[in-house]
């Protein structure tokens, strides 16, 4: 009989699950309505038992072909898993636009500014995994001023 698994245990082994899964399934965008097209899934939300006040959320982001977000930024720290094609991305934190192809990764720290977010090419779909740890109840996604969009809440399909 083998021992129980811990919550550290636990939650590594479901944010493995959690990457093959949306590796089938397809993906989606970060919160807000980054661009018209993208597609936000929100795969699963879990206060961190070990790290009190703070949410481990992950999405799925889907971008159509020449599909992108406009500048934003977000609460707290997000982990990008790049799924399938490609993503350009440049955060303030981590240097210049660099594309991410299917098997990389990226790091955004907690306070940079997402300044590209987009599909690198015209012509193939990408799709990414964001793991978010924020704090309880934050908004994951925040917008430059200019464009007014929607509530998070409502352009995320529910697993």
């Known amino acids: 009989m083998s021992a129980p698994l811990t919550t550290t245990q636990r939650l590594v082994a479901g944010i493995a699950w959690l ?41 799925s982001v889907n971008y159509p072909p ?16 790049v799924l399938s094609g490609a993503v350009r991305s440049e955060n303030s934190a981590t240097g210049p ?13 907690s306070g940079s500014t997402h300044l590209v977010s987009e599909n690198a090419s015209a012509t193939k779909p990408a799709s990414l995994l964001a793991v ?9 996604t925040t917008f430059d001023r200019g464009v007014s969009r929607p509530p998070v809440a409502s352009h995320i399909r529910r697993s």
């Open 19 to 59: 990457m093959v899964c949306a590796s089938f399934v397809g993906a989606s965008s970060g919160q807000d309505s980054p661009a018209a097209g993208d597609d936000v899934k929100l795969i699963r939300t879990e206060k961190l038992a070990n790290v009190p006040g703070q949410t481990l959320t992950v999405v």
């Open 66 to 81: 020449s599909g992108k977000s406009r500048r934003h930024h977000h609460a707290g720290s997000v982990y990008a898993y």
């Open 97 to 109: 636009v660099k594309v991410y192809k299917a098997g990389e990764s990226f790091f955004e720290p």
């Open 132 to 140: 978010f740890i924020a704090d309880d109840g934050a908004q994951l």
